[in-house]
């Protein structure tokens, strides 16, 4: 059974660099997307974008000046990192992972998800 | 990049009565690469369909999906308590992967 288990600093300043990982237990990490979902107060989701086992990455153009995700296969983790947040960066933040490239890129596992807020 | 519009965003019914969501795209959608997801208060959304009309494991068959192109439709046969929540679309045919901004399922 694939598990997502996400953390990070949960209270930043304005302008301050939002950093989130989330390690996977189950499953291969290999040959799949990993994806990061937000979601503010009473909103919807935003997909953030993803990256799979070998780096290659794809980006929410609204986010993609700001966004890096990356990945360290030696511990089966992947990051999020976002530059010079605002208030409106504030949200829970999911980490997931796509089912597989053959079936396609829905979302199966989810994690927990991690509130952020943004405030000076 | 592909717009999801959902309707209604409020749906008010009775526990036994049948939902029908819709989630429309702004242009089609790629070998009908349409999820759907519920999230309850509190919780990470869950996996519903895949494949516009494939349901995912462990999903009772009272949750169904249909459509094609930029029309597609989740339908609950009969609403059990357990299913009012917040149920969501999203496109994971082209990049980058859209969701609706969701229609909430509530009990009348």
């Known amino acids: 059974q694939v598990q997502l288990q996400q953390w990070g600093a949960g209270l930043l300043k304005p302008s301050g660099t939002l950093s989130l990982s989330c390690a996977v237990y189950?499953?291969?990490?290999?040959?799949?997307?990993w994806t990061w979902i937000r979601q503010p107060p009473g909103k919807g989701l935003e997909w953030i974008g993803e990256?799979?086992?070998?780096?290659?990455?794809n980006y929410n153009p609204s986010l993609k000046s700001r966004v890096t995700i990356s990945v360290d296969t030696s511990k089966n983790q992947f990051s999020l990192r976002l530059s010079s947040v605002t208030a409106a960066d504030t949200a829970i933040y999911y980490c997931?992972?796509?089912?597989?490239?053959?079936?396609?890129?829905?979302?199966?596992?989810w994690g927990r998800g991690t509130q952020v807020t943004v405030s000076s | 990049e592909i717009v999801l519009t959902q309707s209604p965003g409020t749906l008010s019914l009775s526990p036994g009565e049948r939902a029908t969501l819709s989630c429309r795209a702004s242009?089609?959608?790629?070998?009908?690469?349409l999820a759907w997801y519920q999230q309850k208060p509190g919780q990470a959304p869950r996996l519903l369909i895949y494949?516009?009309?494939n349901r995912a494991t462990g999903i009772p068959d009272r949750f169904s999906g249909s459509g094609s192109g930029t029309d597609f439709t989740l339908t609950i046969s009969r609403l059990e308590p357990e299913d009012f929540a917040v149920f969501y679309c999203?496109?994971?045919?082209?990049?980058?992967?859209?969701f609706g901004q969701g229609t909430k399922v509530e009990i009348k």
């Open positions: 997931a992972r796509v089912a597989d490239e053959s079936r396609g890129y829905y979302l199966p596992y």
């Open positions: 494949g516009a009309s």
């Open positions: 189950g499953g291969s990490f290999s040959g799949y997307y």
């Open positions: 242009q089609s959608v790629r070998n009908r690469y």
């Open positions: 999203q496109q994971y045919g082209s990049s980058p992967r859209t």
């Open positions: 990256v799979n086992d070998s780096g290659s990455t």
